[in-house]
């Protein structure tokens, strides 16, 4: 799941160095905190948040698929 | 491949002329060096400017987008093969492999979501947009037909109750299927409301005069 959103974000953003992604597991889910540079907040999060939508749906069904809970929280 | 030649008192001053003429960034173009600066004699006789050729590299942005969707499936364990075409600006792609329901989602939501961020990391350094769609399993054109029939159902029943009825959420693709089928309805027309990405098609009886 780390790894899914690492490569996620690393393509959309202009700063990949910068991408850190941290898991935190509790009992069925997990959550995965995302922290981009700030100028590039808006690549992963988009106009009305469209593009932070289409990475939850994506990690989503890729949970689903280990039958895991995940919430993808974006770090200011 | 587009290319200027441009001149300046050192290389890097020269190239980046070059940049802004091409409205490119560094690691888009290539770079040749025609002549290299000297200051000449006292600065004045025989001083050259550095001259440099400077290319926009090849845009291989199915290679990117290819290579974006298998890290993805990498990550799924799913295995799937990409089928690419490109006619102009538009790049289809067509996955085949098993499972690849886990890939289209609810409704399509993954499959349509997926295609969103591919097509975000194609258009990323693109000077021109390029327009990305992803299916699989002839899914996109099911759907179409899923929509036109269901669009035809229910203005047949917006007639009979004589009541509006309001559809559930659609991404602007799916809502122009539902608009076009009725377009020429005689008894019905569609409308849609709220904000992306809640907006929903109405189907609502015409006022016959």
């Known amino acids: 799941m780390k790894e899914l959103v690492e490569i996620l974000a690393k393509s959309l953003v202009d700063h990949p160095e910068n991408v850190e992604v941290r898991e935190i597991k509790k009992d069925q889910s997990i959550v995965l905190e995302l922290r981009v540079s700030p100028d590039d907040m808006g690549k992963v999060i988009g106009k009305q948040g469209r593009i932070a939508k289409s990475l939850r749906t994506v990690l989503k069904a890729a949970a689903t698929k280990e039958n895991v809970k995940v919430v993808l929280e974006i770090m200011q | ?209």
Do not use: W
Not at chain 2, 56 to 75: C, R, S, W, Y
Not at chain 2, 154 to 161: G, P, S, T, Y
């Open chain 2, 1 to 209: 491949m587009r290319s200027v030649v441009t001149e300046g008192n050192s290389i890097e001053e020269a190239i980046d002329k070059a940049l802004l003429e091409l409205k490119a960034t560094r690691n888009q173009v290539e770079t040749k060096v025609l002549e290299i600066p000297s200051r000449g004699i006292m600065g004045i006789f025989g001083a050259k400017k550095a001259k440099v050729e400077v290319f926009v590299k090849e845009e291989d942005f199915v290679e990117k987008a290819v290579n974006f969707l298998k890290q993805i499936f990498d990550k799924f364990g799913v295995e799937a093969t990409c089928k690419v075409k490109l006619e102009q600006r538009n790049l289809s792609i067509t996955l085949e492999g098993e499972d690849m329901g886990i890939l289209i989602g609810r409704r399509g939501q993954t499959l349509d979501a997926i295609q969103y961020l591919t097509s975000l990391v194609v258009n990323k350094d693109t000077q021109e947009y390029v327009r990305v769609v992803i299916d699989t399993e002839n899914y996109r054109e099911k759907r179409e037909q899923t929509l036109v029939e269901l669009a035809k159902k229910l203005a047949k029943k917006v007639e009979r109750n004589k009541e509006k009825v309001v559809l559930e959420p659609m991404n602007p693709y799916e809502r122009r299927i539902i608009h076009a089928t009725l377009q020429n309805n005689s008894k019905v027309y569609t409308y849609s409301e709220g904000e992306e990405p809640f907006r929903k098609v109405v189907i609502d009886l015409k006022k016959t005069s």
